[in-house]
């Protein structure tokens, strides 16, 4: 715990000067500070790009830890984070669609025995989704097992639906016939073990300005 407050604070010292507005598309980084509550804006540092970046939310954003929805405030300082972000209408301010809030490692401490971090067993990390796709389309067809998507370009691609993929549209959880042909939606997922591009979450809805 003292570690990772030193290195908050040591992150927080280049804030000022370092801080830009996050990129659209698929984010991870460790949380610096946030303000507000309902709507506000938030901080984190993206180690893969070792920058700090900036990103607004409001109540239309689904913010979520261990497949629950929360609010940023019970998020903590250095907690990992996943973000789906985007850009408000008219404005090229970055704006939060999904963010998943990851479970820590945890460490325990035995006398007269090296602390080892915990870490899933074979069996378990082969079963968890990895999600590392991020992309957008228009929706042409749907199926009971995949969602046939056109791309600004015009060209189609399949993506498979899973019995757990999750559906979101203006930050509430729905069914999946909820989700009507040609709508705008974007994508969180990755491939599976025949190589085919799988949504672990399908996102939709109108971005509205939050209230002030």
């Known amino acids: 715990m003292w570690v990772k407050t ?3 604070t040591i992150l927080w010292a280049a804030v000022a ?3 830009e507005n996050a990129p659209p598309g698929f984010l991870r980084g460790d949380l610096l500070s946030w303000t507000g509550t309902r709507n506000g804006q938030f901080m984190f540092h993206a180690a893969a790009a070792d920058r700090v970046y900036s990103c607004s939310y409001d109540d239309k954003t689904y913010i979520e830890r261990d497949n629950e929805r929360i609010t940023l405030a019970l998020a ?6 996943e973000l789906v ?9 970055c704006y939060a669609r ?8 945890r460490t325990f401490f035995v006398p007269g025995v090296r ?6 067993s074979a069996t378990s990390a082969l079963f968890t989704l990895h999600p590392n796709l991020s992309f957008s389309g228009a929706v042409v067809r749907m199926t009971s097992d995949a969602l046939i998507l056109r791309s600004r370009s ?9 019995a757990d993929t999750r559906y979101v549209a203006q930050g509430q959880t729905v ?3 909820s989700l009507p042909v040609n709508t705008l939606v974007f994508i969180r997922g990755g491939r599976n073990l025949y190589d085919e591009v799988e949504a672990y979450q399908v996102i939709w809805g109108e971005i509205l300005q939050p209230a002030p």
């Open 175 to 177: 069914e999946p016939d």
């Open 17 to 19: 000067t370092a801080q």
């Open 6 to 8: 030193v290195w908050v």
């Open 98 to 105: 999904t963010v998943h809030v990851l479970e820590p490692q």
């Open 76 to 81: 903590q300082k250095g907690d990992r984070l």
């Open 85 to 93: 972000s985007d850009r408000r209408l008219g404005s090229s301010l």
């Open 154 to 162: 015009g060209e189609r691609s399949v993506v498979r639906l899973r």
């Open 115 to 120: 602390p080892r971090l915990r870490t899933a």
